[in-house]
T-cell receptor, first 114, second 115 residues
Framework: GESVGLHLPTLSVQEGDNSIINCAYS??????FIWYKQESGKGPQFIID?????DKRQGQRVTVLLNKTVKHLSLQIAATQPGDSAVYFC?????????????FGRGTSLIVHP | ETGVTQTPRHLVMGMTNKKSLKCEQH?????MYWYKQSAKKPLELMFV???????ENNSVPSRFSPECPNSSHLFLHLHTLQPEDSALYLC??????????????FGSGTRLTVV
């Protein structure tokens, strides 16, 4: 299953399928990008990040792809499980003074059906 | 637990009340943040503190007043709120600069309802 940027807030997939969550960002000067997962009743939790000088980064069952030409970021989840059901946010980080300040996307709700 | 603890988890207050939200982190971080999360809207940054000094106030109304007595504690004082202020208020912490590979660590939030 695949979501189309921030305009499709819900993605429904079957357990075992691969999921692709997309994100369009706006600031070409962003230094790095982070994907967060937010489960019901909890705060966002870091999943994976990627620096702006990279195109791809892999974690455990997750892969983030960065296409700077079209300012597009995607999160791929392999063999999606019911525990992956959550809202997923992308965030672009740009240095501002002494801090990196993230700008968050609206989020995509991933629903995994057993 | 993420290492960032927020209390209370839920709060219902009237528009004339004064209440405070508390955030505590035991991660050794020296930057702390308040975010507002409303339904169907992106996370909104409210305040940033680096080494107890406020470095960012994102045009937040004065009815929200932050306080950071030390690098481990952050408060958000609330007074004369409006119903539209009802939201999930999230606290986060990071190393100053926020440039760590793990980004921010968020608490579970305080669900605020203004009646």
């Amino acid at each position: 299953g695949e979501s189309v940027g921030l305009h499709l807030p819900t993605l429904s997939v079957q357990e075992g399928d691969n999921s692709i969550i997309n994100c369009a960002y706006s600031n070409s000067a962003s230094d790095y990008f982070i994907w967060y997962k937010q489960e019901s009743g909890k705060g966002p939790q870091f999943i994976i990040d990627i620096r702006s000088n990279m195109d791809k980064r892999q974690g455990q069952r997750v892969t983030v792809l960065l296409n700077k030409t079209v300012k597009h970021l995607s999160l791929q989840i392999a063999a999606t499980q019911p525990g992956d059901s959550a809202v997923y946010f992308c965030a672009e980080n740009k240095r501002s003074g002494g801090s990196y300040i993230p700008t968050f996307g609206r989020g995509t709700s991933l629903i995994v059906h057993p | 637990e993420t290492g960032v603890t927020q209390t209370p988890r839920h709060l219902v207050m009237g528009m004339t009340n004064k209440k405070s939200l508390k955030c505590e982190q035991h991660l050794g971080h020296n930057a702390m943040y308040w975010y507002k999360q409303s339904a169907k809207k992106p996370l909104e940054l409210m305040f940033v503190y680096n080494f107890k000094e406020q470095t960012e106030n994102n045009s937040v109304p004065s009815r929200f007043s932050p306080e950071c007595p030390n690098s481990s504690h952050l408060f958000l004082h609330l007074h004369t709120l409006q119903p539209e202020d009802s939201a999930l208020y999230l606290c986060a912490s990071s190393q100053a600069g926020g440039g760590t590979a793990h980004g921010y660590t968020f608490g579970s939030g305080t669900r605020l309802t203004v009646v």
